[in-house]
Structures are given as C-alpha cells and as structure tokens.
C-alpha cells in the first residue's frame, strides 16, 4: 500500500502505482501478474513468473504480500495494531 504523508493508507492506493506506471517496471509487471492470475484464477501464485509466492493471511501468521522498489516480498502484518485495538475498543464512540 501506498503511504500518503497526512491520509496514511487507503484502500485502493496502489491503484496508482500499477496504472499509471509509477513503479519501476518489474514491480508493476509482477503487481500485474498476481492481480491478472487472481481475477483468472483465484489464486494470486498461479503466474508462473518465479516471483515469490503470495501467501494466504491467517490471524496467526499475518503474513502479507508487499511491494518495494527491491521487488515484491512477504511482511508481517502487524504495523497497525495498535490502532486498531483503538479503534476497536473505543467503537461505540464512533457511531454517527
């Protein structure tokens, strides 16, 4: 995801990056081929072009896939937890 300094990450901020071609070339390639072999296939690995295989997120692992100037990868995804825990603890204050 793409982080906006003031707005952070939403959904959809990568859009930019693959569309418009403001990646180097070989991430926007392999943004395009696990996103093309996702809408074929369901399955985001069914490419066929070596890059490392997407894996399947789970509460336990929170593994996710992550694109970087140095080539796409896998992170753990847990940058935002504390934010969430805000958010979730304080959920009934939100309500409009």
Same mark, same amino acid.
């Given at each position: 995801?793409?982080?906006?300094?003031?707005?952070?990450? %939403?959904? $959809?901020?990568?859009?930019?990056? +693959?569309? %418009?071609?403001?990646?180097?070339?070989?991430?926007?390639?392999?943004?395009?081929?696990? *996103?093309?072999? %996702? $809408?074929?296939?369901?399955?985001?690995?069914?490419?066929?072009?070596?890059?490392?295989?997407?894996?399947?997120?789970?509460?336990? @692992?929170?593994?996710? +896939?992550? %694109?970087?100037?140095? @080539?796409? @990868? $896998?992170? *753990?995804?847990? +940058?935002?937890?504390?934010?969430?825990?805000?958010?979730? @603890?304080?959920?009934?204050?939100?309500? *409009?």
């Amino acid at each position: 995801m793409l982080n906006i300094p003031v707005l952070g990450s %939403f959904h $959809v901020s990568d859009a930019a990056l +693959y569309d %418009f071609g403001t990646l180097p070339v070989p991430n926007s390639k392999n943004i395009m081929d696990t *996103v093309i072999s %996702f $809408v074929a296939t369901l399955d985001p690995n069914n490419h066929g072009t070596g890059i490392q295989e997407w894996p399947e997120w789970s509460p336990g @692992g929170k593994e996710m +896939y992550h %694109f970087v100037n140095e @080539g796409p @990868g $896998v992170i *753990v995804d847990d +940058y935002r937890e504390a934010q969430m825990a805000w958010i979730h @603890g304080n959920a009934d204050s939100l309500l *409009v």
